[in-house]
């Protein structure tokens, strides 16, 4: 069964960094796709990045384009660094997998992911 398990959430004054961890168990063959999400206070939940494995393909949201890198790292590890953060980034951000790499071809498309990590939350005030 593949686990999805975010880490490095928490409190920053605006104009700051974070960086977001996820952190992939089990059996995901070698191709598939993962995405951040996220979801503020009273709004629709939102994809903000995806990176195609083993490509390294990456697309954003215009809302984080320029501010936020999605990368892969060792060992099925995949991050989100996070800068010059707003009030508006404030919500919960999610990891989450699709065993189907060509998720990650259609930006419009939100369906498909099958695990989700339980999430982290971002808050961004001074």
């Known amino acids: 069964q593949v686990q999805v398990a975010e880490s490095g959430g928490g409190s920053v004054q605006p104009g700051g960094s974070l960086r977001l961890s996820c952190a992939v168990s089990?059996?995901?063959?070698?191709?598939?796709?993962m995405a951040w999400f996220r979801q503020g206070p009273g709004k629709e939940r939102e994809k903000i990045a995806s990176?195609?494995?083993?490509?390294?393909?990456t697309r954003y949201s215009d809302s984080v384009k320029d501010r936020f890198t999605i990368s892969r790292g060792d060992a099925k590890t995949v991050y989100l660094q996070m800068s010059n953060l707003q009030p508006d980034d404030t919500a919960m951000y999610s990891c989450?997998?699709?065993?189907?790499?060509?998720?990650?071809?259609?930006?419009?498309?939100?369906?498909?992911?099958?695990?989700w990590g339980p999430g982290n939350q971002v808050t961004v005030s001074s």
């Open positions: 089990g059996a995901t063959g070698r191709r598939y796709c």
């Open positions: 989450t997998l699709a065993r189907q790499s060509s998720v990650c071809q259609d930006w419009a498309r939100d369906s498909g992911y099958e695990f």
């Open positions: 990176v195609r494995i083993p490509e390294g393909t």
